[in-house]
């Protein structure tokens, strides 16, 4: 779909709710360089979100839609969890799938447009939690890798269950104490970026959401290698201000201070050599149409 | 043919799906009243008659006529604002036309504004909000249709009415097939020709909506 036909009916424009009007007029569906600077200027593709007061996740999920390179091509899949009462306010196709579930849905979805819409670029991207991600939907998310599907996986990491009250998951670390899980953890943080780049994934990134531009960058470069080559997986941390007791406005640093170089969270990146190959193609084209829109400026001002 | 017939609730918290109760869909140039087979000239009659009566009579257009996907799209949506011009000019004081718009289908939670927009996810919060106590559907994907269908038929006692573009809806009160816009249009010419025919229910339109 492009933006052309994404149109109110005149006759019925005056009865529409006043956040599709913006919608049509001010969204950034359609536009190339599209990113987080974006917003604050153009309607945003999340209405209001019913996540607790400063969740790191509605930081998150503003950025991620805010960076999404084709957004009215895409359609996003999710599953059970905090991510699952974003949904129903966010402007770009998406689907629920049952808990854990996410990948395997991803990847008939994407095999069923690539036969549908041959000419079109569509992309998919799941987005769940660490549960979904790494306990309950471990095994359709590591054979879609295995199978090489071409889509995105994102993995909004809060290390612990946190709509259910606090129960331990996969990716909580070692030793940490939930409301639900008063023994401690007692085994290591599961690596799952490590077990990505080894189950075929062309680019794995681990890193929080602290900085819009980084979330951007990893977002594009993701989207862009599923499209062309193969699966990619980003690990974000968006940490539970509830479960861990910090307050709303402690979200932020707490990313911080779990991003330092000796940290969980510290920036890890991997790219595989067809993905670096592809980036470069990327930012090559980029520098060009930069250098040409900069031309065509000079001139209309001459 | 079933006994079962398709009424204004509130008929229970899961009421069946009519077709599950025997309710046959019907033929091209057919409606059905009640899940009756019967003429369309006569379920015309009879929708003009229940906007009329109605106390807030409404019209809920969906995606398929909300936006213009197509000129047939946008055509269709001129005949539904041709449609709610008609009925505000054709009811008498105290009734109250509406025109609400269903946009899309997410279920919008926490919550949605009912004054101003439709869920088919709950759509009895809008018919309570409103008091609506007729209602027409047009341009809803049939999924969804037939899913606020049961909800409002479940949970309210509005009347309901499917303007339907494919082969209509067993769920509805009153359904038309086909519909196109020389139907709404022709619809509209119904109410005009029965305005000052019918009586409102005024009176008994406060107990009338279940809440």
């Known amino acids: ?302 | 043919m079933s006994d079962y017939r398709v009424l204004p609730g509130p008929e229970h918290f899961l009421p069946p799906a009519a077709a599950s109760m025997g309710i046959c869909l019907p033929n091209p140039g057919e409606a059905h009243i009640n899940g009756v087979i019967a003429p369309e000239e006569k379920a015309y009659e009879e929708a003009a008659r229940q906007f009329l009566m109605a106390k807030v009579p409404t019209i809920f257009p969906g995606p398929l006529v909300l936006w213009a996907w197509n000129e047939k799209a946008a055509k269709k949506a001129t005949a539904v604002r041709h449609l709610f011009n008609t009925l505000v000019e054709c009811v008498q004081p105290g009734q109250k036309p509406m025109l609400i718009p269903m946009p899309d289908y997410r279920p919008k939670y926490p919550k949605i504004n009912p004054e101003v927009e439709i869920n088919p996810n709950h759509p009895n919060l809008t018919i309570w909000h409103n008091r609506i106590d007729c209602c027409m559907f047009i341009g809803v994907h049939c999924h969804q249709a037939n899913l606020s269908l049961k909800i409002i038929r479940g949970g309210t006692s509005c009347y309901t009415i499917a303007m339907c573009a494919q082969a209509g809806h067993e769920d509805a009160m009153l359904s038309f097939r086909d519909a196109s816009v020389e139907k709404i249009m022709k619809l509209a010419d119904t109410v005009k020709r029965l305005k000052g025919t019918v009586q409102p229910r005024l009176a008994s339109a406060k107990n009338g909506v279940s809440s």
């Open chain 1, 1 to 302: 779909m492009s933006k052309e036909r994404i149109q109110i009916s005149e006759d019925l424009y005056d009865i529409m709710p006043p956040d599709y009007q913006d919608l049509v007029k001010s969204a950034t569906y359609g536009k190339e360089d599209r990113g987080w600077k974006d917003i604050g200027t153009s309607k945003e593709l999340i209405e209001q979100h019913s996540l607790c007061a400063g969740c790191p996740e509605s930081m998150a999920f503003r950025y991620i839609l805010a960076s999404l390179p084709n957004p009215e091509d895409t359609v996003m899949v999710g599953s059970t969890g905090c991510t699952s009462l974003v949904f129903p306010m966010v402007a770009v196709h998406n689907i629920h799938s049952l808990f854990g579930n996410q990948n395997a849905i991803a990847s008939g979805l994407k095999r069923a447009l690539s036969v549908r819409f041959p000419g079109r670029v569509k992309d998919v991207v799941v987005l769940a939690g660490d549960g979904a991600t790494v306990d309950i939907g471990l095994d359709m998310t590591l054979q879609a890798w295995f199978r090489q599907e071409k889509f995105t996986t994102i993995c909004f990491d809060n290390e612990l269950y946190a709509n259910t009250g606090g129960q331990e998951s996969g990716l909580m670390q070692k030793g940490f104490v939930a409301k639900m899980a008063p023994v401690g953890k007692l085994f290591d943080k599961v690596r799952l970026p490590e077990i990505a780049r080894e189950s075929g994934c062309h680019y794995v990134i681990n890193c929080t959401v602290s900085k819009p531009s980084l979330v951007e960058k990893v977002i594009r470069n993701a989207v862009h290698i599923a499209r062309e080559i193969g699966p990619t997986y980003l690990q974000l941390y968006t940490p539970c201000i509830l479960e861990i007791g910090k307050n709303s406005m402690e979200g932020l640093q707490e990313m911080r201070d779990s991003e330092k170089p000796t940290e969980r969270f510290a920036y890890k990146e991997y790219i595989s050599e067809p993905a670096k190959q592809l980036l470069a193609e990327l930012a090559a084209k980029d520098k060009e149409r930069k250098a040409a829109a900069k031309q065509l400026a000079g001139q209309a001002s001459a």
